[in-house]
């Protein structure tokens, strides 16, 4: 029969724990990133017809990128998930994280709006309205891409100021906070 945890013991579980559920919860938003920009970036490059567009190419390329970019978070979230630690030491892997998703996020949401504003007068330039269709779906997908990189963006930079604040991305233990 195992003996009850003592208390500095229960503390350290209690931080494993809600550390697991924080990177649970990124693995599935950068999951999320990953699919809808790689569903974006196959349909941009399915018709060739909008990709003489260099909004749409920028989508394309945009998406692309944000899909490699976010398979590659994808293999770092589940080995963190896996092992309990970092791919990267901590301070450098939670700066890359926050950094570079706030940087693709950006470039997501401003191909985006690019192709958007090209997909409200698509249907011109002997643009079929099947290619005018998978336009409007290829960036409403980025939009939605740019979102799931957008939370996974709150995430890290909640994970980077925590760790700013007390030295580690892990939640404080409670013995140690000090009462107001």
Not at 138 to 154: I, Q, S
Request: aromatic share 10%.
């Amino acid at each position: 029969m195992s003996s009850p945890l003592r208390n500095g013991e229960q503390a350290a579980a209690g931080r494993r724990k809600a550390a697991g559920r924080m990177g649970a919860l990124l693995l599935l938003l950068r999951v999320a990133a990953l699919c809808f920009s790689l569903a974006a970036a196959v349909f941009s490059a399915t018709d060739g017809a909008v990709l003489r567009l260099a909004p749409f190419r920028f989508l394309l390329a945009a998406n692309a990128i944000v899909a490699v970019y976010s398979a590659f978070e994808v293999a770092a979230a589940a080995w963190e998930v896996a092992k309990g630690a970092t791919l990267l030491p901590e301070a450098m892997q939670l700066w890359f994280d926050f950094g570079h998703d706030q940087g693709f996020g950006y470039m997501a949401l401003a191909a985006g709006a690019a192709a958007a504003r090209e997909a409200t007068a698509c249907g011109g330039e002997n643009i079929s309205s099947t290619a005018c269709l998978q336009a409007d779906i290829a960036v409403g997908l980025g939009f939605a891409a740019f979102a799931f990189l957008a939370l996974a963006a709150l995430a890290t930079g909640f994970r980077l100021v925590r760790f700013l604040a007390t030295g580690s991305r892990l939640p404080a233990s409670s013995s140690s906070s000090a009462p107001y």
